[in-house]
C-alpha cells in the first residue's frame, strides 16, 4: 500500500511537471512571436533613420550568450524572451523620446487631427469665402444647402485617411479615434451655418 501511494505521488508530480512544462512552451511560443514582430518593426524604423544594418544583427558571441541562456529548458527561455520583450519595449519608449515632434510618437487624437481637422475646415471656408464675396444671395444659399452633407464626408475621408498616412506596424491596431473625429467634422460645419445664418437674417 505505502509504495502503491509512492507510486502514485510520484505520478501526480510528474504530470504536474509536464503539464507546467508544456504551459511554458506555449507561453514561450507566444511571446516569441511578439518578440519577433516588435524587433522586425523596430529594425524597419531603425534602417529608415540610417541605421548600418550590420548594426541591427547580433553578433557571433551575443548568439553564443543567448544560447548558453537558453539551455536552461521552457522556464529559462520563457523568463529570458520576457526581459527581452521588455528590452524592446524600452527601447520603443527611446525611440519615441529622441523624436517628439513625429506624428507617430504623439497621442491617437492629437495625431488624428492632422487628419481630421483640414477636411472638417475645408466647407466652413469655402461658405465663408461665397458669402464675403456675393453676400446674402442664392450662391450663399447654395452654399449652406450643399454644406450640410459634408461633416459626415469630411469624417469619412479622414477615417480612410488615418488609415492610409498612420500605418500601424505590424501586430498593433490603429485608433482611427472615430467619435473625436466626428466632433472635429462636425463642429466647424456647426459653427459657420450658424454664424452664416445669423448674418443672413441680420442682413
Known amino acids: 500500500m505505502v509504495a502503491a501511494r ?53 553578433s557571433p558571441p551575443e548568439v553564443s550568450e543567448a544560447a548558453r ?16 520583450r521588455e528590452r524592446v519595449d524600452a527601447a520603443d519608449a527611446a525611440l519615441v523620446a529622441r523624436h517628439p515632434l513625429r506624428p507617430a510618437s504623439w497621442s491617437a487624437r492629437a495625431r488624428n487631427l492632422l487628419v481630421y481637422g483640414p477636411l472638417a475646415l475645408v466647407v466652413p471656408l469655402i461658405q465663408v469665402v461665397v458669402y464675403a464675396s456675393t453676400g446674402v444671395g442664392p450662391a450663399t444659399v447654395a452654399a449652406l444647402i450643399c454644406g450640410l ?26 485608433d482611427r479615434t472615430s467619435r473625436f473625429g466626428a466632433l472635429v467634422c462636425l463642429v466647424p460645419a456647426v459653427l459657420a451655418t450658424v454664424m452664416l445664418l445669423l448674418a443672413m437674417l441680420a442682413g
Do not use: K, N
Open 69 to 84: 541562456a537558453m539551455a536552461g529548458g521552457p522556464a529559462t527561455v520563457l523568463a529570458g524572451l520576457r526581459a527581452a
Open 6 to 58: 509512492q507510486l502514485d505521488g510520484v505520478r501526480r508530480a510528474a504530470a504536474a511537471a509536464a503539464g507546467e512544462q508544456a504551459r511554458s512552451v506555449q507561453a514561450a511560443r507566444e511571446e516569441l512571436t511578439e518578440v519577433r514582430t516588435r524587433l522586425a518593426a523596430q529594425q524597419t524604423r531603425l534602417r529608415e533613420r540610417g541605421v548600418p544594418p550590420i548594426s541591427l544583427v547580433p
Open 149 to 174: 452633407p459634408m461633416p459626415a464626408v469630411a469624417f469619412v475621408g479622414g477615417w480612410l485617411g488615418v488609415g492610409r498616412v498612420f500605418r500601424p506596424r505590424p501586430g498593433d491596431r490603429l
